[in-house]
Structure formats: structure tokens, C-alpha cells
């Protein structure tokens, strides 16, 4: 997707040029321009350019605005990281940004969108790249506010680089010369090229995951749970583009928009709706693992109820048989011990046959509760 040129989009190209108004002059409200504190300013690159070349680096965004009125055609590119909201309010007051763009700006945390306030454009886009060494999807927001003779570009985290889009359209001046739709493009174009490595992430952890589901790893549940949300945030990052695309390639034919700068969109288009479908794939996979994951720890736990109650039940049959010969051992027990008795007064002790009838009364009732416990299978 890097080798693709840029083309105008021709529903910015109907963008008025609004001259410039010069440093110190009062803004519309009356109110003097507020200059943004020394030694605080979040600019991380600022250029003019004309003919698609940088003529000039100025020092604050007051100087840009003065350099646009240096000559024809030329526009300025600022681009910040993290800015204060005096430094947001300085530039919307320079470049006449629409105040509730700039209000989401400041507050960031908006979900991707496409909106047009008069002669100026604000997107909202949301990048992402995987973390190798966390195994995790770090996202990041970007916003830009685009004009005729300006393209502003505000980040609240590290990614996207926005440096190599710059590099790259400086590298190629007929492309930058298209104006602020070619950083626009441009920077759609490395948001989707940075959805791919993520893709390739999320589906090497799901192989991963799989792996470790029918290993049994007990953390997996865990894991699968974290890698399902990161694929729901990856979703709401990737899905609106579908819409802002659309949004843009809707006045293909109302602005006679070249067939060149149609395939560019296309192409665009295409990689968004394999990523899109890449992901809702990785989210209904992850939904099935997790069911598999489910019944396979409940296929685990019936088995260890199983083995539980198994061994449970050859327990029980082993006290069973010890209950058994304890009470056999009993009887006789029991008639031996009346039998033992000190006693100066017991008949059956000068009987003749008491010996012999105690005897076969002990082995008699032995026998008896032998037969009744083998006969109910006790022993």
C-alpha cells in the first residue's frame, strides 16, 4: 500500500483560501492571539510548503500563518503531539478550527469519524500496533484538522509515526502538491498499513491460545477473555473506516473525482474490509474457543468427580467388609464374655452340655450373619 500515489480528493478541492491573518492581529472576537509559554510547545515538526516543497521551518504556529501569505499555493503542515489546550485554542484562533473539533481534540478518547465545519475537515482516526514483547495491542488516536492551505495533525500517543508519512510525502512533491488531501490520504493510508502487523499479531495469540487450551493450561480462560476484548477495541478502531471511506468515495461522481485517484480509494477500501473481516473472524473464533475451552474443563472436572466417587465407592465396600467380619468376630464376642462373667450364681456353669451349646452358639451365629452378609454381597 506504501507504492500507491496520491490524488486531490476533489470535495476538498472545493475549499475556499481565506487570506491569512498576520501575528498580533486581533482575532474575530477582538481578543489578542494568547502565545503559547516558551519552552512548552508540543509542535513536533512545522513546514510550509510550496509546489510541494518545504520553503520554510518556521518557529510557532503564528509564523506559519505568515508564511502562507508569502507566496501562491502554498500550505502549511503542523503537526503536534499531546498539545496543551492554550496551544489547541492559539491554533484554532490562527486557522479558524471549528470550536467543538477543537473541543474533542483536547478532551480526546472520540471514536473514529469524518465531519466537515464549513471550508475545513475534522478526522478522527484510530491507529494500532502490536507490542511483540507484551503480546498486546497498543492503540493511539490521531486528529486532523484539514483546509485549503492547511493540515494540522494531532497525536495523543506514540503510534502512528507520522514522521515517515511526512518523509515520505516530502520524498514525492508532485504528491504533497496535491495540498492538505494529500496528507489526508497519506496518513488514512499508514493507519491501515498498520492494521496488518496487528492482524498477523492477534492471530498468532489465538494459535497460541489454542495450543494452550487443549493442553490444559489453567490461565487460558484468562488469556482468552484479555485477547477477546483487545479484538472488540481492534473492531471499534478499524470498523468506522469503512464509513469515513465510503463518506469520501460517495462524491466520486457529483466532483468528477479521476478513475486514478478511484483506485487509490478502492485499494484503501479493500484493506480496510479484509480487516474488518479479519477481525470479526478472530472474535467468533475466539467465542467458539471459549466454548471449547468451557466444556473441556467441564469434561476435566467430570472426570475428577468420576475418579472421586470411584474411589469413594471402593471405600465404602472395603468398610462394608470390615463392618461385617467385625460384627461375625462380635457374636461370639458377646456370648464368650456372658459366659466370662464372675458371677457365684450362674446356672449354665455346672451344666453338663453348657460348654458345647456355648460353642455351637457362637459358631451358629457366626455362620448365620456370614451367609446373610455374603448373600448381600458385603463380603
Known amino acids: 500500500?506504501?507504492?500507491?500515489?496520491?490524488?486531490?480528493?476533489?470535495?476538498?478541492?472545493?475549499?475556499?483560501?481565506?487570506?491569512?491573518r498576520a501575528r498580533g492581529v486581533p482575532s474575530p472576537t477582538g481578543a489578542a492571539l494568547p502565545a503559547t509559554p516558551a519552552g512548552r510547545s508540543r509542535v513536533i515538526d512545522n513546514a510550509v510548503y510550496s509546489a510541494g516543497r518545504r520553503v520554510a521551518?518556521?518557529?510557532?504556529a503564528?509564523?506559519?500563518r505568515e508564511e502562507l501569505a508569502a507566496g501562491e499555493d502554498r500550505l502549511a503542515?503542523?503537526?503536534l503531539y499531546r498539545p496543551e489546550p492554550g496551544e489547541l485554542g492559539a491554533l484554532a484562533e490562527l486557522f479558524d478550527l471549528p470550536e467543538l473539533a477543537v473541543?474533542?481534540?483536547i478532551k480526546a478518547h472520540q471514536r473514529p469519524k469524518f465531519e466537515r465545519y464549513g471550508n475545513t475537515l475534522f478526522v478522527v482516526l484510530k491507529a494500532a500496533r502490536y507490542v511483540d514483547a507484551a503480546e498486546e495491542v497498543e492503540f493511539g488516536e490521531l486528529h486532523l484538522f484539514l483546509g485549503a492551505d492547511f493540515a494540522i495533525t494531532v497525536r495523543h500517543s506514540e503510534s502512528p509515526d507520522l514522521s515517515r508519512v511526512r518523509r515520505r510525502l516530502e520524498s514525492e512533491p508532485a504528491l504533497l502538491a496535491k495540498g492538505s488531501e494529500a496528507v489526508l490520504y497519506a496518513t488514512l493510508d499508514a493507519v491501515v498499513d498498520g492494521y496488518l502487523p496487528v492482524v498477523a499479531g492477534l492471530a498468532n495469540d489465538i494459535d497460541e491460545i489454542e495450543t494452550e487450551v487443549f493442553r490444559g493450561d489453567p490461565g487460558v480462560s484468562r488469556r482468552i477473555y484479555e485477547l477477546s476484548q483487545e479484538v472488540l477495541d481492534f473492531q471499534r478502531a478499524a470498523q468506522p473506516l469503512t464509513g469515513i471511506l465510503a463518506a469520501i468515495t460517495a462524491g466520486f461522481d457529483k466532483y468528477g473525482v479521476d478513475e486514478e485517484l478511484r483506485s487509490y480509494l478502492r485499494d484503501v477500501a479493500d484493506h480496510v474490509t479484509q480487516v474488518n473481516e479479519r477481525a470479526e473472524g478472530f472474535r467468533l473464533q475466539l467465542r467458539d474457543i471459549l466454548t471449547v475451552n468451557a466444556t473441556l474443563v467441564a469434561q476435566r472436572q467430570n472426570e475428577e468427580i468420576r475418579e472421586l466417587t470411584e474411589a469413594s465407592i471402593?471405600?465404602?465396600?472395603?468398610?462394608?467388609?470390615?463392618?461385617?467380619?467385625?460384627?461375625?468376630l462380635f457374636a461370639p464376642t458377646l456370648v464368650g464374655t456372658v459366659y466370662g462373667m464372675n458371677f457365684d450364681h450362674m446356672p449354665e456353669l455346672s451344666w453338663q452340655f453348657g460348654y458345647p451349646l456355648a460353642l455351637l452358639l457362637m459358631l451358629g451365629v457366626s455362620l448365620t450373619l456370614y451367609l446373610v452378609f455374603k448373600r448381600r454381597d458385603w463380603i
Open 1 to 20: 500500500m506504501t507504492d500507491r500515489r496520491l490524488a486531490p480528493l476533489s470535495a476538498l478541492s472545493t475549499l475556499t483560501r481565506r487570506p491569512p
Open 77 to 79: 503542515w503542523l503537526g
Open 314 to 328: 471402593a471405600q465404602g465396600e472395603e468398610v462394608k467388609k470390615i463392618s461385617a467380619w467385625a460384627a461375625i
Open 103 to 105: 473541543e474533542d481534540a
Open 62 to 64: 503564528a509564523e506559519s
Open 57 to 60: 521551518t518556521p518557529g510557532s
